[in-house]
């Protein structure tokens, strides 16, 4: 990034929102010097504002941000200044300068613009905010912030080689840091590390930040959609397959850059669909046919296409895709369940919005098949904690409220007690954990028939 231009199924427990603090004071400019030998030019002139903003298909998310990428102009970004190490406090006397204290603690209501402006315009000020400072405050960023902080078996799912930085890549990685709303892309980056698709932790590196040009850029495009560009070719799925993202003109491209690997960011939906209802400007809906299947492999399907909720669902949903195709798996059989039944439990996970947590889940995935009229939502079941991964597919067919719902789970738990006995008792942690999700009465529909 190169700144030189510039109910029956209530809420999960403990699932934390992304704050809003970090927009409060959001003041604040990027900064990339391609490493430490070289310095560029921060702009931090306040006549240019930004954010990430919605639109519509690739307009607003690719295309609108590809075309800034030799645009000029700063933003507005906050963050807390890093309290220097309270654990060496000798060494800490020694490199910092006394200033140092007393811009520390101002915390939130120090604004990383002041420390852009202070480096341009006080040479005596540089040496308060090098690279040491700078990866302090990153540190600190990464590990209060929502969705940043979050972790796997007590390991950051998201870092940065921050040693290999220079200060301009450093201020690059706060700019992405400090702009928050993070809690989408690392529940994907979770679930594709419980899927074996990479090694903990995502470690961002200076090229992927330079995969936007500028800081307009990058704040220009989707938020969830400017993550995965960075986050995506660090999720592997085999033969040189990543998730990666092809910009091609107005047409992007997702896991292949080959006709039929398109993505439809935000597609035009009728004002009655769920997805619209429930459209979030920074993970908008997509409609794609990429799909994989332990048959064909990666393929587009044909004259099908699929609505997602989010960008994020067709993350999780394509890489649930690729792990059921790429590992042994156990199924129940699929159960015709009345969707009123134990106080319209099933009716109300499925009409919901689908950005809505689901309690005993850690994440889900909407989506919507367009030419049958069903709608699907993967529940997963298990976290980083668990040798293997489970969840329930749900399908409502035609959205009549007097239809049953399908249901069924799968997962990859060894089997515990032989061939032959009840699926609750071969598979006895993924019983429990589905149980939590659909209650003792659906749960024996689906589990003791």
Same mark, same amino acid.
């Given at each position: ?10 809420? @999960? ?362 709608? @699907? ?73």
């Amino acid at each position: 990034m190169d700144s030189s231009h510039d109910a029956p199924a209530p809420s @999960r427990r403990g699932h934390q929102e992304e704050t809003d603090s970090n927009k409060q004071h959001s003041e604040a400019v990027p900064d990339d010097d391609g490493g430490a030998k070289k310095r560029r030019r921060v702009d931090i002139s306040p006549a240019a504002g930004g954010g990430h903003s919605g639109g519509g298909s690739i307009g607003a998310g690719g295309a609108a941000a590809e075309s800034q990428q030799q645009q000029g102009g700063a933003t507005s970004l906050s963050a807390d200044l890093t309290a220097f190490n309270m654990q060496h406090p000798h060494q800490q006397q020694q490199q910092q300068h006394p200033v140092w204290y007393v811009l520390a603690h101002r915390g939130s209501d120090f604004l990383l613009r002041d420390v852009l402006r202070l480096r341009k315009t006080c040479s005596w000020a540089r040496g308060l905010f090098g690279a040491p400072q700078l990866r302090q405050r990153l540190s600190h960023s990464l590990s209060t912030q929502a969705g940043l902080r979050r972790t796997a078996n007590g390991q950051q799912l998201l870092t940065f080689a921050d040693q290999q930085m220079g200060v301009g890549d450093l201020l690059a990685a706060l700019c992405v840091t400090e702009a928050g709303g993070w809690s989408e892309m690392s529940e994907a980056v979770e679930l594709a590390g419980q899927c074996g698709n990479y090694q903990l932790p995502v470690r961002l590196t200076s090229a992927d930040l330079h995969r936007y040009a500028n800081k307009t850029a990058y704040l220009a495009a989707l938020r969830v959609l400017a993550q995965l560009k960075m986050v995506g070719p660090h999720i592997h799925f085999g033969s040189g397959v990543a998730f990666q993202l092809f910009l091609r003109g107005n047409t992007l491209r997702a896991i292949k850059d080959q006709n039929g690997y398109e993505i439809n960011i935000n597609p035009p939906l009728p004002l009655n669909h769920l997805y619209q209802q429930h459209r979030q400007q920074h993970d908008p809906p997509v409609r794609s046919r990429i799909t994989y299947s332990s048959s064909t492999g990666w393929q587009s399907l044909i004259g099908e296409a699929r609505v997602y909720s989010s960008v994020s669902s067709m993350v999780k949903k394509i890489i649930i895709d690729h792990f059921n195709g790429t590992h042994p798996t156990v199924t129940t059989h699929y159960r015709i369940v009345d969707r009123h039944v134990d106080n319209s439990r099933l009716h109300s996970i499925m009409t919901q919005s689908p950005h809505t947590p689901v309690e005993g889940c850690t994440t889900t995935a909407s989506f919507r098949f367009a030419a049958i009229f069903a709608d @699907r939502r993967y529940l997963v079941l298990t976290n980083a904690s668990h040798p293997f991964v489970a969840w329930i597919y749900i399908q409502d067919v035609l959205h009549n409220t007097a239809q049953p719902i399908a249901v069924c789970v799968r997962t990859t738990e060894p089997n515990v007690s032989g061939v032959g006995g009840a699926f609750k008792d071969r598979f006895p942690v993924t019983y429990r954990l589905a149980r939590v999700v659909l209650g003792a009465v659906i749960s024996a529909v689906v589990f003791d028939q």
